[in-house]
């Protein structure tokens, strides 16, 4: 199923009704990568902030998480938007060893309301900035 891009549902459960129909699938994709050295925390909201702009306009959703250490990610949606996404994330020298921890497709999606989901702590963010670490 994966190599067709396609999902198949059943439209009606009854013996003598059922219709086979597809379903698009989505691309999903979950990485992490480690921040090159001296990558200020005013450079990952703006990151995030273009990320949710390009995001809502390819219709690709996800959640980016930032330890003051590593990123993780996971971004899905349609599979042609998601794999220009992808291109541009493993072209970016703003980060480094990136390992791809899954890709795949799938009927749904896990975050389908998140265009850049980042989730942030105050007292983290200021940490960070202060010590480099939390």
């Known amino acids: 199923m994966a190599a067709t891009g396609l ?10 009704a059922r219709i086979l129909t597809q379903k698009p ?3 999903r994709i979950g990485y ?3 921040p090159v050295h001296g990558l200020a925390l ?9 990320c949710r702009s390009r995001n809502t306009a390819a219709n690709v959703c ?3 998480l930032f330890t003051g250490l590593d990123f993780a ?7 042609d938007a998601v794999a220009t996404v992808w ?5 970016d020298n703003r980060h480094r060893d990136l390992v791809t921890l899954f890709d795949e497709h799938a009927p749904t999606m896990w975050f389908g309301d998140w ?4 989730p942030s702590d105050a007292a983290t963010a200021s940490q960070i900035a202060a010590n480099g670490s939390p």
Do not use: M, W
């Open 32 to 34: 992490v990568s480690r």
């Open 7 to 16: 999902a198949l549902d059943y439209a009606s459960r009854s013996p003598a």
């Open 87 to 91: 291109q541009n994330i493993c072209a």
């Open 73 to 79: 990610q996971l971004l899905e949606g349609p599979s």
């Open 62 to 64: 996800g959640v980016l």
């Open 25 to 27: 699938l989505i691309r």
């Open 42 to 50: 005013a450079e990952i909201a703006r990151i995030v902030s273009v």
């Open 115 to 118: 265009r850049v989901g980042f």
